[in-house]
């Protein structure tokens, strides 16, 4: 055979040259071989060419001039998708600002700049400290870049490539973190415009797309390079960004009122609480304070023991030999607080004898142990048994804030012991106790999550079904909507968590229902069944308020120190408005707390508006002003709390009147 007619490769068909990928809405699209999610808007429309920012390819956030595989899901993302849309921006805007950075100084180096909540930081390394000022020009810098509508693009390149290119540039903490993405993995450089950085992406598709009025540089932070304390201090640049100016007016609003109603300030100017460093993350309560913490422990203890829980107290100081049998000594001990005792003294004992004990982090162990005490039958469960339980966990200094992180605090905690058919009587039940006791403490809107099996885990499927079956069965039955959280569960059980939304728009995660096959396994707990059989009950854990110090501290925040009348601490002061009315003040507080009221008489030779003032200021809800009058005619003229107008009443009428209004929820 001569070579004319060797064999030659045959030319590709016209079919193995196309991609065809799926949109969300099933249909078919297919291009040529190469093609990217740009290719794809324009092929669908030209208005989506200018929306489009990036693309969803088979679940994951892509850059739009990725090219797309055959087969793909592909979903084009725009403005309108909000959770990717800000993604995408606060990640632009870390890369902007930190070319914005070294466009005004070009000796700072630059590090790293992740995206957080609700915006983004970027450390850097600059000998001179960062300014009020300096973060004016930098922001102004960053929307001159943005109206540069500079294109973003994307390399990848070899990991010696990189290296060099950054040792040329002296950027040595991007030389160091090339050489800490693993082998294998790419090393992917970015350009926004002439600047360029290393990142994993995705981004933008030009620096215009990001809203030029829409973010905002919040503050200047030290943190340690990789936060290892033995590194070079840097400088971190925090920002926030949105997707339009309105979005970022909200945020900034909220950020001020979240100022106003710090639960720190509101707390001094209440006199309800303190800390000090000789008990760091430890609360001392004042005596207003600790009336409003007893009012509302009074009420959950009310709201427990008609929901047939069984209230009981367990120690503070426990062996480290529970904790190792529980398995919280192997993956908790970090963080719990521990003594030893030098037992060698007592008879008996050998010499140097040590025992190790720990603060209890956690009751559900101590639970365990009650549980234990004495045969159980099937007949005896659902067996519901509370505690107040104090509890102690080591947090970092750094990590606490007032009332809603410490290191001593009070869970109004249950466990629930009952069998796998019991499971989802018991999550309806206790829903519908969650949910009351929100509403009457004024949270009417809360979020629930259902997280189901993470890969390491214990139990068997069938039993991991059924829990998780029995869970989303209670919710679906009280007409609920939730979110299912795949994966997250708890190596024990799947769980739910219940997140309340306050006054000003904020989610705060507090109550939450597990189920639990390990614990009652490790801590050798059972009952007899119908069978006679022995078997392991089902340990459901649960909580509504999570700690009673970091509820508080959400309370006095969501009401702004306006507490309802029934947890205010001092709910009514009745002030003299001459010397002469002295007597029937006193008279009338003794009254109004024969009716069960927290009264107080404010007799002092101050003016009447000073003292209104400074009640006011505490957030006392009512202010009775008596005088010649209100003496002569035994009434007093009510003030409530933020209402300029006053009313008179019989004195006798509004002790009825007030003490009504001040009976908890769950007692009218």
């Given at each position: ?387 107040f339980g104090s509890c102690h966990r080591y947090e970092s200094s750094g990590s606490m804030h007032g009332l809603m992180r410490v290191r001593g605090f009070t869970q109004d905690d249950a466990h629930i012991f009952c069998t796998e058919d019991q499971i989802e009587s018991e999550c309806a039940d206790f829903i519908q106790l969650l949910s009351s006791v929100y509403r009457d403490l004024g949270f009417d809107a809360f979020e629930i999550k259902l997280s189901t099996r993470p890969e390491t885990r214990v139990g068997s499927d069938e039993v ?8 989303e069965k209670a919710i679906q039955a009280l007409g609920l909507p939730y979110e299912v959280d795949p994966g997250e569960g708890a190596f024990y059980g799947p769980k739910l968590d219940f997140k309340l939304t306050d006054a000003i728009g904020r989610e705060w995660q507090c109550g939450t229902f597990q189920a639990d096959f390990n614990l009652p396994q490790r801590l050798d707990a059972e009952y007899v069944n119908d069978a006679g059989e022995k078997v392991r009950p089902v340990m459901m854990h649960r909580a509504i308020l999570g700690s ?121």
């Open positions: 055979m001569s070579d004319a007619h060797a064999a030659r490769p045959e030319s590709p068909s016209v079919e193995a040259r196309q991609v065809t990928v799926t949109l969300p809405d099933g249909a078919t699209r297919t291009m040529p071989a190469g093609s990217s999610s740009a290719d794809l808007a324009a092929d669908i429309s030209r208005s989506l060419v200018k929306a489009a920012i990036a693309a969803k390819v088979d679940g994951k956030l892509t850059d739009l001039s990725a090219p797309l595989e055959d087969g793909a899901q592909v979903a084009l993302v725009t403005m309108k998708d909000e959770a990717e849309a800000l993604e995408l921006v606060r990640h632009d805007c870390a890369h902007i600002m930190a070319r914005a950075v070294q466009e005004l100084w070009p000796d700072v180096k630059v590090t790293i700049g992740p995206v957080i909540e609700n915006g983004w930081y970027y450390d850097f390394d600059r000998e001179e400290a960062f300014s009020t000022e300096d973060l004016e020009a930098i922001e102004k810098k960053m929307r001159e870049i943005i109206a540069k509508r500079d294109p973003v693009r994307t390399e990848v390149w070899e990991r010696e490539r990189a290296i060099a290119h950054y040792e040329a540039g002296g950027e040595p903490y991007k030389v160091e973190l090339v050489g800490m993405i693993p082998e294998g993995q790419p090393i992917r450089m970015y350009w926004h415009g002439d600047w360029q950085d290393l990142c994993r992406g995705p981004h933008l598709v030009h620096t215009g797309q990001v809203p030029p009025d829409a973010f905002k540089l919040m503050s200047v932070a030290g943190a340690y390079w990789r936060g290892d304390h033995r590194n070079k201090m840097l400088q971190r640049i925090y920002g926030v960004a949105f997707r339009s100016r309105q979005d970022l007016e909200a945020y900034l609003h909220q950020l001020e009122e979240a100022k106003r109603r710090d639960h720190r300030k509101i707390g001094r100017e209440m006199d309800l609480f303190h800390l000090q460093d000789e008990a760091p993350g430890m609360v001392f309560w004042h005596p207003d304070g600790w009336t409003v913490y007893r009012a509302l422990e009074d009420y959950m203890r009310r709201r427990l023991t008609k929901a047939n829980y069984k209230e009981i107290k367990t120690p503070q100081v426990v062996d480290r030999k529970l904790w190792e049998a529980s398995g919280h000594w192997e993956n908790y001990h970090e963080n719990m607080f521990i003594t030893e005792i030098d037992e060698s003294s007592e008879a008996g004992s050998h010499a140097n004898e040590k025992r190790v004990n720990a603060l209890k982090p956690m009751n559900c162990p101590c639970h365990v142990q009650v549980y234990n005490q004495g045969q159980k039958s099937y007949r005896d469960l659902p067996l519901r048994l509370a505690e991991w079904d059924k829990a998780e079956a029995a869970l009673f110090e970091r509820f508080l501290g959400i309370l006095i925040e969501n009401h702004a120190g306006r507490f309802p009348l029934w947890l205010a601490p001092k709910q009514v002061v009745i002030a003299t408005i001459t010397s002469d009315a002295d007597d029937y003040a006193l008279e009338a507080a003794a009254a109004l707390r024969a009716v069960g009221l927290r009264a107080e008489a404010d007799v002092r030779n101050e003016k009447i508006n000073y003292k209104v003032r400074e009640h006011s200021l505490a957030h006392v809800p009512l202010i009775l002003a008596v005088g010649r009058k209100e003496v002569e005619e035994r009434t007093v003229s009510i003030r409530r709390l933020g209402e300029k107008g006053q009313s008179v009443m019989d004195l006798e009428e509004a002790a009825a009147m007030i003490a009504e209004e001040a009976t908890p929820p769950d007692l009218r």
